[in-house]
């Protein structure tokens, strides 16, 4: 009986000892996205869930970021080991030039995404019809920590406009952007995110509100020619939010999926299989997600270096980069 009890308890012992060998061989990987009304949120959260249920010993989780700035300041310090951004913020990181100034940080890409769709957006009764109107208006050019404020900034200085003097300026995620206008608190906002984004929508479908967003397209050479080949000209159709009125003619610029020098060759040939191989399930997040395609990955289409792993994957798939 005595060894019987001995026995049970060296079993007992084994599979405890088994089970903290296990907690101890769990990785966590975070996951930087942006504000819960945008387009990096939905789809970063399912990100981690396809990381967390096919990469065993890995536990994926999506953060609430800023966006793009404050997600690559995340992948600088090691707070985090994947974020989203877009290709002008990342080549200023990379760079160390603007937000990260004197601090450059070693970033690699993992995928390019989808293109990020500068939406310049007012509604009826503020008197702005032109980005000229802007003037003396109240507008916001994003949250800090975001590539929306890096881009706004771009965009009002190729309009001519003095983001200091011009306008009366607030710095509002695009979730807080849409109730301070509905409010009547603001007259404009920027926002940079993929079609459609949720709080645009919400914006598009309140009663007695007449969306308006305004076309600047014409303005993509002038930002091309002082800051790089990142911009060019989009459509936002006339069908993708309610009550917007005609195509909007906007700028646009590719979001990538980066991490920092760190990652392995092995994590990063994974994630990029996983989100090629089993796109369907980040495209029920978000539709967005359809444009995750082996076409996109061209190195045109990111500012930075692509990460080995990444290039192995794409390699075998017979993508020339």
Known sequence: MKKVMIGAMA?????VIAAAGAVAQQRTIAIGTGGTGGVYYPIGGGLANLISKNLPGVQATAQVTGGSVDNL????????????????????AQSGQDKFKGSPIELRTLMVLYPNVMHVVTIDGTGINSMADMKGKRVSTGSPGSATEVMAFRVIEAAGLDKDKDMKRERLGV????????????DAF????GLPTAAVTDLGATPGVKLKLI??????????AKYGPLYSAKVI???????????NKATAVWNV??????????????????????K???????KEAESFSLENQVKGNSSVPWHPGALKYFAEKGVKM
């Open 11 to 15: 079993a007992a012992a084994a599979v």
């Open 73 to 92: 300041k995340l992948l600088g310090s090691g707070q985090s080991e994947i974020g989203f951004s877009m290709a002008d913020a990342a080549l200023d």
């Open 175 to 186: 979730a807080e952007s849409v109730n301070a206008i509905k409010d009547r608190k603001i």
């Open 190 to 193: 920027f926002w940079v995110g």
């Open 215 to 224: 076309d600047h397209d014409d303005l993509a050479p002038k930002m091309n």
């Open 237 to 247: 159709g006339k069908s993708v939010y309610p009550n917007q009125g005609p195509d």
């Open 257 to 278: 999926l980066l991490t920092n020098d760190k990652m392995s060759d092995k994590d990063a040939y994974d994630i990029v299989k996983l989100m090629v191989e089993k």
């Open 280 to 286: 369907a399930d980040l495209v029920a997040v978000h």
